[in-house]
């Protein structure tokens, strides 16, 4: 056992790698699975996309010259093999932590990590553009490897990236990682032709990939060291553009992983050597917000057949699944195409449906001029459900959902809606398909509400309607969404009973202006609160109104400050950025001095 132990301990960088035999190879993979699985067990992180790539990860590294060859991860959450092989194994336990090591492949921190991914689909353009520059530069012989998952390959940017590969002579392979799942299983006809795919044998159908340009190698078995080995010494002798469809099975090593692949993509803690999950005591606990929204959709769809569910590729996260097995005609998982999946309820809007996008806010940022060209100029009621708005927490920087209030607030027709609670969001869900006539995005967070009695009578909601929750004195908190929470708790915290009163916005735009010339008359101070950027947020829309109407009141926005927040829990994050309640709390009592 001892012995066994022994080879990961010595490997700080590939060149440790290169020097063992290709007997040791497989003992090596055996030790790396064991690694990640012992680690993800106990502080939780992406399992189940690792654990497929171990075998191609030990390959990739010891038949290629990395970092001089460039190799760009699709997506990351596959890259835990890679970082620990590249001299990050006596740190990977600070996965996803504050200060420590970044869940996807960061370029600030490693040489090794070529370029940044969190979200997908972005590996063969960047590592397009690597073999051009390298081309330009004269080193003909450098390789420049992008692995791409299954899932991600269907994505626009993907074909878009291929297109242009198959007309150049940039030395680029494409290795495609096809485990037939996301996150949750792949969609669309180009898996059905990927699944017809064995080992060895490729379908009859015409390949797209071939009609690309492309050299197409495959399939491989990707446990196979061996093989893969053949494989790469093979393609590297050959220039130009070209394919490797290698195929994998997500979770492998770990019996649970490979047979609840959606559970495993990332599992929370488990047992190690079983893989049997550590239950999470949740009874007596709100809802997630997710599940507020997913069931919710479910009722109203019950009673209106106009309704439509989309979503890319996130049946489980967004919850959308419920509606996908109540009513699988009227909900579609599109894949991870979010340009696609605005457009696609832009057109079903102009027939008369009723249509919910779910999509999370770091998402929708992909489909930016959709929502603007395809919705909003065209003034169509598509119905934005913005999940994981605000902070993230682990998942870091690549997907904090902070951006959305800023790029939405600036298109004309849009309504953004921010419920302050899942009672509130659930009435927004409710209002939106009763004969809504403008585009409506309406944002909520990751994580559980705050009520357990969520499933009350609907009320329609007043569109741009705010409310005062508190009233008070000498200080007005005039609060965005959810963090009215945390605002509630830091006015009792602060103890001025009577000066602070507090605000529910309800709306980011149209603002309640009725409510806001009533706060500006009678407060010298106001604070705004929003989780979301403070440029351009729902601060700066109320700093506009009072410079509109000529107020000199003093105004103080609390938010996400100019800058991107990494990865940590929730509630380091929330200290980080003052949204703390002690932070709120502060604030207020330095502003009543």
């Known amino acids: 056992l001892f012995m066994e132990k022994s080879i990961l301990n010595n490997i700080d960088s590939p060149l440790d790698l290169r020097k063992l035999s290709k007997e040791e190879l497989p003992v090596l993979a055996k030790e790396l699975r064991k690694?990640?699985?012992?680690?993800?067990?106990?502080?939780?992180?992406?399992?189940g996309a690792s654990l497929g790539v171990v075998e191609l990860s030990i390959a990739l590294h010891y038949a290629f010259n990395t970092p001089d060859d460039l190799l760009v991860w699709?997506?990351?959450?596959?890259?835990?093999?890679?970082?620990?092989?590249?001299g990050r194994r006596d740190i990977f336990h600070t996965n996803r932590q504050l200060n420590g090591l970044s869940g996807f492949p960061k370029r600030s921190e490693s040489g090794y990590d070529t370029f940044g991914v969190?979200?997908?689909?972005?590996?063969?353009?960047?590592?397009?553009?690597?073999?051009?520059?390298?081309?330009?530069?004269?080193?003909?012989?450098?390789?420049?490897?992008?692995?791409?998952?299954?899932?991600?390959?269907?994505?626009g940017m993907a074909f878009e990236g291929l297109n242009h590969a198959g007309v150049s002579n940039a030395n680029l392979l494409v290795i495609l990682n096809d485990n037939a799942i996301g996150i949750d299983p792949s969609v669309g006809a180009l898996k059905q032709y990927l699944t017809k795919a064995k080992v060895g044998q490729k379908p009859q159908q015409d390949n797209i990939i071939e009609a690309l340009n492309f050299n197409y190698f495959g399939p491989v078995d990707g446990h196979d060291i061996d093989g893969l080995l053949k494989a790469f010494e093979e393609l590297k002798k050959i220039q130009g553009p070209k394919f490797l469809h290698v195929i994998t099975t997500k979770g492998k090593g770990l019996k649970k992983a490979e047979e609840d692949q959606v559970k495993y993509h990332a599992p929370g803690k488990f047992v190690a050597d079983t893989g049997e999950l550590v239950p999470s005591n949740s009874e007596g606990l709100p809802l997630?917000?997710?599940?507020?929204?997913?069931?919710?959709?479910?009722?109203?769809?019950?009673k209106n057949e106009k309704i439509i569910g989309v979503t890319p590729a996130m049946p489980t996260g967004s919850s959308l699944k419920y509606m996908m097995?109540?009513?699988?005609?009227?909900?579609?998982?599109?894949?991870?195409?979010?340009?696609?999946?605005?457009?696609?309820?832009?057109g079903m809007a102009t027939q008369g449906f009723i249509v919910y996008c779910a999509i999370y806010s770091t998402f929708l940022q992909r489909a930016y001029d959709q929502?603007?060209?395809?919705?909003?100029?065209?003034?169509?009621?598509?119905?934005?459900?913005?999940?994981?708005?605000?902070?993230?927490?682990?998942?870091?920087?690549?997907?904090?959902?902070?951006?959305?209030?800023?790029?939405?607030?600036?298109?004309?027709?849009?309504?953004?809606?921010a419920p302050r609670d899942e009672v509130a969001l659930r009435n927004m869900l409710y209002t939106a398909q009763l004969d809504l006539k403008h585009p409506l995005a309406i944002r909520?967070?990751?994580?559980?509400?705050?009520?357990?009695?969520?499933?009350?009578?609907?009320?329609?909601?007043?569109?741009?309607?705010?409310?005062?929750?508190?009233?008070?004195?000498?200080?007005?908190?005039?609060?965005?969404?959810?963090?009215?929470?945390?605002?509630?708790?830091?006015?009792a915290f602060a103890d001025e009973v009577g000066k602070i009163a507090h605000y529910d916005a309800g709306f980011i735009k149209p603002l309640d202006e009725v409510m806001l010339h009533n706060i500006f008359a009678k407060f010298g101070q106001i604070v705004t609160v929003e989780e979301g950027a403070i440029s351009g947020g729902f601060g700066s829309a109320i700093l506009e109104f009072a410079s509109k109407h000529n107020y000199s009141n003093k105004i103080k926005c609390l938010g996400i400050p100019d800058q991107f927040i990494e990865q940590g829990s929730m509630s380091e994050l929330y200290e980080i950025v003052e949204l703390d309640v002690q932070s709120i709390a502060n604030t207020i009592k330095s502003l009543l001095k």
């Open 35 to 47: 690694f990640i699985i012992d680690i993800v067990a106990t502080k939780e992180g992406h399992l």
């Open 371 to 417: 929502v603007i060209h395809d919705v909003a100029i065209q003034d169509l009621p598509v119905i934005f459900c913005l999940d994981r708005a605000g902070l993230v927490g682990e998942d870091g920087a690549t997907h904090h959902g902070v951006f959305d209030i800023a790029y939405l607030r600036c298109i004309p027709n849009i309504i953004i809606a």
């Open 325 to 346: 097995e109540a009513f699988p005609e009227r909900a579609f998982d599109v894949g991870i195409a979010e340009q696609h999946a605005v457009t696609l309820a832009a």
């Open 74 to 86: 699709d997506v990351g959450h596959q890259a835990y093999g890679h970082k620990i092989l590249t």
């Open 288 to 302: 997630k917000y997710q599940d507020v929204f997913g069931l919710t959709l479910v009722e109203l769809a019950e």
């Open 444 to 491: 909520y967070p990751r994580g559980r509400g705050v009520r357990t009695d969520w499933k009350r009578e609907f009320k329609e909601v007043q569109i741009g309607k705010g409310e005062c929750l508190i009233e008070g004195t000498d200080l007005a908190i005039i609060s965005a969404g959810t963090i009215a929470e945390n605002v509630k708790q830091a006015i």
């Open 118 to 155: 969190g979200h997908s689909s972005t590996a063969i353009s960047a590592a397009l553009g690597m073999a051009i520059a390298s081309n330009l530069k004269g080193e003909f012989s450098k390789q420049h490897i992008a692995v791409v998952g299954d899932a991600s390959i269907a994505s």
